[in-house]
Nanobody, 117 residues
Framework: QVQLVESGGGSVQPGGSLRLSCAAS??????????MDWYRQAPGKQRELVAA???????NYADSVKGRFTISKDNAKNSVYLQMNSLKPEDTAVYYC?????????WGQGTQVTVSS
């Protein structure tokens, strides 16, 4: 059984920062081979890809977060992170951690991020 557990969400004012963490666990889960992603879903909107990091540490970002968000991972800790700076109200959403490798993919339960003055 594979589990992805997010943490670090919360409420912040515009211009503020948050750091999301996602810890992966499971006896069959080999963290280093997976592409790890962060998705988000705002009320009434579809879930969208925010950032991704491959097993080779290549990264990819949605245009809306480029230059503000940074994805990173620590294979030794089976963890992936999303540093979010210069947050805007439109960043408000539930953020989900996702792991994908060939036909396997797993989701976390999500963590709420609210950006409001």
């Amino acid at each position: 059984q594979v589990q992805l557990v997010e943490s670090g969400g919360g409420s912040v004012q515009p211009g503020g920062s948050l750091r999301l963490s996602c810890a992966a666990s499971g006896s069959i889960f080999i963290f280093g081979i997976y592409t790890m992603d962060w998705y988000r879903q705002a009320p009434g909107k579809q879930r969208e890809l925010v950032a991704a990091i491959t097993n080779d540490d290549d990264t990819n970002y949605a245009d809306s977060v480029k230059g503000r968000f940074t994805i990173s991972k620590d294979n030794a800790k089976n963890s992936v992170y999303l540093q979010m700076n210069s947050l805007k109200p439109e960043d408000t959403a539930v953020y989900y951690c996702h792991a994908a490798h060939i036909s396997r993919n797993y989701w976390g339960q999500g963590t709420q991020v609210t950006v409001s003055s």
